[in-house]
Nanobody
């Protein structure tokens, strides 16, 4: 019922910039938290940055000062601006939406219910040295 579609990955030289976007679609009523995770080959998936609907943000220490997360609540879209990229930033980046509520049709009319979290399909970011 909720789909996340990422875009903006690619190949960039060290020191360059990329901007990732993730749009959520479906019968969404609200999304409390949206974020970006990444997974490099042979490593566990890790949180990169997260943002609440109120604008509170959280960053991994490794990206503080270089990455900026933002979101457009009206569009259910989250962005990750990545500057001063390093080869160690190379990974598949996944969008996540958590604490979602959706609207369903019932005999009583439209009803808002909690929904599971959702993940995007991932987008590759490769930083060459």
């Amino acid at each position: 019922q909720v789909q996340l579609v990422e875009s903006g990955g690619g190949l960039v030289q060290a020191g360059g910039s990329l901007r990732l976007s993730c749009a959520a679609s479906g019968s969404i009523f609200s999304i409390n938290a949206m974020g970006w995770y990444r997974q490099a080959p042979g490593k566990q998936r890790e949180l990169v940055a997260a943002i609440t609907s109120g604008g509170d943000t959280n960053y991994a220490d490794s990206v503080k000062g270089r990455f900026t997360i933002s979101r457009d609540n009206a569009k259910n879209t989250v962005y990750l601006q990545m500057n001063s990229l390093k080869p160690e930033d190379t990974a598949v980046y996944y969008c996540n939406a958590d604490r979602i509520t959706i609207t369903i049709a019932t005999r009583l009319g439209p009803t808002v219910i909690p929904y599971f979290g959702s993940w995007g399909q991932g987008t590759q970011v490769t930083v060459s040295s």
